[in-house]
């Protein structure tokens, strides 16, 4: 497959300033520490919502799976799929699967809503996926559930055939260590994010390189994800640094950073976009159907736009009549300070910081509806915290 075609000229500004301070902005976020959900040994290390946002997953240095009801914060079961740590872990599109990545150079698949059993024990994995030769520290679902990639400390990635648990391919990809792998929406590429400073775009069909993207730092990729349109995707790298790529120019055309307020310069910190909240008085409207529909184009009426289930980006919105609400394009990431901070991605200011943390906050997932925010911490806190608005 090739690279989509580039979008039209009327392109999003290019300009790389750093983000100035908070200041006001229509449907500001107004998010609250609500609960503190204890149940790891070890740090947290990567969270996910269900499609559905009935189910909240969390991960650990403990290698421990817990499932978390997010309405309540109630404990509802936990799974010990691995010895070592779990460094990601993915859930299916189609709600039925969460597959880990691990320190034991392995990855696992469960049932996410295993039946019960006789005497309560957690049935097996589905699936173990063994075939890197280091710890593997990313694994994502394709868009149609039957195919995961991992990325691991090897160096290379491998896109897996679910069913049969067999690799199908396997990408030499990097010079370092590959830190985030990903799916663009219609599951004909695969992005590598690597220690090695590049993003790597794959044809998932013939492992073909169809692109590499660097920054201007050459700092280690941390983060990456795709756009649904496959037009966009955003990063972040071990410089404190949030960018948001063109993929066919290879043009950044946004640079989110926050001095002392963003710090993301030993741990690997994620971003996530997602659809900003209305204005007070139409949050209690919000549902998961509406929340699609977020503009990243700070030119306007040009009909590109941010499109995001939890941490995808689209430009796909047309604004024609009949056509879904659009709303701002809203970013938040951990920071090494223990600190949440929230953007606007179209204008680059911090629209909020969440305090509550003492520790490195390298897990973060929003819920489907927008209106919880889940954060994990490293050691000694070890903690996960519910921001709700």
């Given at each position: 497959m090739a690279i989509p075609a580039p979008l039209p000229e009327n392109m999003p500004n290019g300009a790389e300033e750093p983000s100035p301070e908070a200041g006001p902005s229509t449907g500001t976020p107004k998010y609250r520490l609500a609960q503190t959900l204890s149940a790891h040994s070890r740090g947290v290390t990567a969270l996910r919502f269900s499609p559905d946002g009935k189910l909240l997953v969390s991960a650990g240095a403990d290698g421990r799976l817990h499932f978390w009801d997010p309405r309540t914060g109630d404990h509802i079961r936990s799974l010990r799929s691995h010895k070592t740590g779990i460094s990601d872990i993915s859930i299916s599109p189609d709600s039925l699967y969460v597959a880990t990545a691990s320190d034991d150079?392995?990855?696992?698949?469960?049932?996410?809503?295993?039946?019960?059993?006789?005497?309560?024990?957690?049935?097996?994995?589905?699936?173990?996926?063994?075939?890197?030769?280091?710890?593997?520290?990313?694994?994502?679902?394709?868009?149609?559930?039957?195919?995961?990639?991992?990325?691991?400390?090897?160096?290379?990635?491998?896109?897996?055939?679910?069913?049969?648990?067999?690799?199908?391919?396997?990408?030499p990809a990097h010079a370092d260590a590959i830190w985030c792998v990903g799916w663009d929406s219609e599951g004909g590429m695969v992005l590598t994010a690597s220690a090695d400073g590049l993003i790597r775009l794959w044809d998932a069909n013939s492992g073909q390189c169809l692109k590499t993207l660097d920054n201007d730092?050459?700092?280690?990729?941390?983060?990456?994800?795709?756009?649904?349109?496959?037009?966009?995707?955003?990063?972040?790298?071990?410089?404190?640094?949030?960018?948001?790529?063109?993929?066919?120019?290879?043009?950044?055309?946004?640079?989110?950073?926050a001095p002392g307020i963003f710090q993301s310069e030993k741990y690997p910190c994620p971003a996530v976009v997602f659809q900003g909240l209305p204005k007070d008085?139409?949050?209690?409207?919000?549902?998961?159907?509406?929340?699609?529909?977020?503009?990243?184009?700070?030119?306007?009426?040009?009909?590109?736009?941010?499109?995001?289930?939890?941490?995808?980006?689209?430009?796909?919105?047309?604004?024609?009549?009949?056509?879904?609400?659009?709303?701002?394009?809203?970013?938040?990431?951990?920071?090494?300070?223990?600190?949440?901070?929230?953007?606007?991605?179209?204008?680059?200011?911090?629209?909020?910081?969440?305090?509550?943390?003492?520790?490195?906050?390298?897990?973060?997932?929003?819920?489907?509806?927008?209106?919880?925010?889940?954060?994990?911490?490293?050691?000694?806190?070890?903690?996960?915290?519910?921001?709700?608005?």
């Open positions: 150079c392995t990855s696992t698949i469960h049932l996410l809503h295993p039946p019960s059993t006789p005497d309560g024990t957690p049935p097996p994995p589905l699936r173990i996926l063994s075939a890197h030769t280091a710890p593997i520290l990313s694994i994502a679902f394709s868009p149609k559930s039957n195919l995961v990639v991992t990325g691991s400390f090897d160096e290379s990635a491998i896109i897996w055939d679910v069913r049969r648990g067999k690799p199908l391919r396997v990408l730092t050459n700092s280690p990729v941390s983060f990456a994800s795709f756009t649904p349109s496959s037009f966009f995707l955003l990063s972040s790298t071990l410089s404190s640094t949030i960018r948001v790529y063109n993929i066919h120019t290879s043009k950044v055309l946004k640079t989110l950073r008085g139409d949050r209690n409207r919000v549902n998961v159907e509406e929340t699609d529909m977020m503009d990243i184009d700070s030119e306007g009426g040009n009909g590109h736009s941010v499109n995001g289930h939890i941490s995808t980006i689209n430009g796909s919105v047309d604004g024609k009549k009949g056509s879904k609400r659009q709303g701002d394009a809203w970013v938040v990431t951990g920071s090494e300070n223990g600190k949440l901070v929230i953007w606007d991605l179209q204008t680059k200011r911090v629209l909020q910081v969440l305090e509550g943390h003492q520790s490195p906050v390298v897990a973060i997932a929003v819920h489907p509806n927008g209106k919880i925010i889940a954060s994990g911490s490293l050691e000694v806190e070890k903690v996960i915290n519910l921001w709700r608005d």
